[in-house]
């Protein structure tokens, strides 16, 4: 590796380490963090940072499998099919963790989507609608 890459690298880690936060650097303010958000709030850290966790690798894994059916020709057979049902039941294992770790009921999360999206589209899907949103639509 040449030394002007070197010297980019270098420069680069410097600036990334200079803007992550302190939590993010450090276990013992990554732990206070997680325990002023316990006492400030009805949030269960360590289940909502598992399930955050899970909820991305899972989720990565169900993507994986799609990329390469589509990409990269894997086939779409019927045990590709049950490796992505197994991946959705991960999913949906920690989706239901996030939900507790929030003290949410899954019921009312599905129901607040599907208000959502009806308040967005109505009856049918249109490209202007889910690029061009309503004030406070998220």
Known sequence: MSDEVKKFFSTYGDFVKKVTSQP?????????????????????????????????????????????????GKPPSEENIFHMKRELGDIMWY????????????????KENQDKLEARYGEKFEVQRSEVRKEGDL
């Open 24 to 72: 993010s650097l450090d276990l013992d303010a990554l732990k206070q963090s997680l325990e002023d958000v316990e006492n400030r709030s009805p949030i269960e850290s360590a289940r909502l940072m598992t399930a955050a966790l899970g909820l991305g690798s899972e989720t990565g894994e169900f993507v994986e499998i799609v990329k390469k059916m589509f990409l990269q």
């Open 95 to 110: 989706w239901i963790t996030a939900c507790s770790a929030l003290d949410l009921d899954p019921f009312e999360v599905i």
